[in-house]
């Protein structure tokens, strides 16, 4: 079974400064999808970036970039030029050929003013 | 441009009482699923439907059963509550894997809570 792991369960970062979030995950898989998804107050889950493992190219979306360690079984997000309206929970999701999509248990990031 | 609407987004039960959470999706979408979000363990797979007509058990189907009635709805069951079923649910829904990007849309969530 695959297994994804944030080992960060609270960051905080000042405004306007970079700061990123850690993922790990275990699978035997050779395609499959990895995702980042924000979760304000307001718990509505929100899409933040996606990348498929066959690309070796690192997604970006807008301030929002990965590094994706394949090899490793690494999927880190940077939030560059951090806002407030960032603050939130993220969570790392890895999404296999049997198409359920399996979540870590979250990093709550704040930011500082 | 509803999405996903999951009803009702609030609800407090007593233990022993049942209840039916109602999802609904309006883009045609194969893949349909119920997580349970709890402090300290992010989202976990409750039971999810391939198609229409078929459902899988996921990491924690334990007190839950589930019905995919047609393409667009999937309700979750919750036959007799228990106060460990205390959580906040989430539909979700998803085109055919291999098709666009393999992401989930979520509904906003179901706060429940059992006395």
């Known amino acids: 079974a695959q297994t994804v792991t944030q080992s960060q369960p609270e960051m905080s970062v000042q405004e306007a400064e970079t700061v990123t979030l850690s993922c790990t995950y275990d699978t035997s898989e050779s395609d499959y999808y990895l995702f980042w998804y924000k979760q304000p107050p307001s718990r509505q889950m929100i899409l933040v970036i996606r990348q498929e493992a066959y690309k070796q190219q690192n997604a970006t979306e807008n301030r929002f970039s990965v590094n994706f360690q394949k090899a490793a079984k690494s999927f880190s997000l940077k939030i560059s030029d951090s806002q407030l309206g960032d603050a939130a929970m993220y969570f790392c999701?890895?999404?296999?050929?049997?198409?359920?999509?399996?979540f870590g248990t979250g990093t709550r990031l704040t930011i500082i003013p | 441009n509803a999405g996903v609407t999951q009803t009702p987004k609030f609800q407090v039960l007593k233990t022993g009482q049942s209840m039916t959470l109602q999802c609904a999706q309006d883009m045609n979408h194969n893949s349909m699923y119920w997580y349970r979000q709890d402090p300290g363990m992010g989202l976990r797979l409750i039971y999810y439907?391939?198609?229409?007509?078929?459902?899988d058990k996921g990491e924690v189907p334990n007190g839950y059963n589930v019905s995919r009635l047609n393409k667009r709805e999937f309700s979750l069951r919750l036959e007799s509550a228990a106060p460990s079923q205390t959580s906040v649910y989430f539909c979700?829904?998803?085109?055919?894997?291999?098709?666009?990007?393999?992401?989930?849309?979520f509904g906003e969530g179901s706060r429940l809570t059992v006395l």
């Open positions: 979700a829904s998803s085109p055919p894997w291999g098709r666009n990007t393999g992401e989930l849309f």
């Open positions: 999701a890895y999404k296999g050929g049997n198409e359920k999509l399996t």
């Open positions: 439907s391939a198609s229409e007509g078929t459902t």
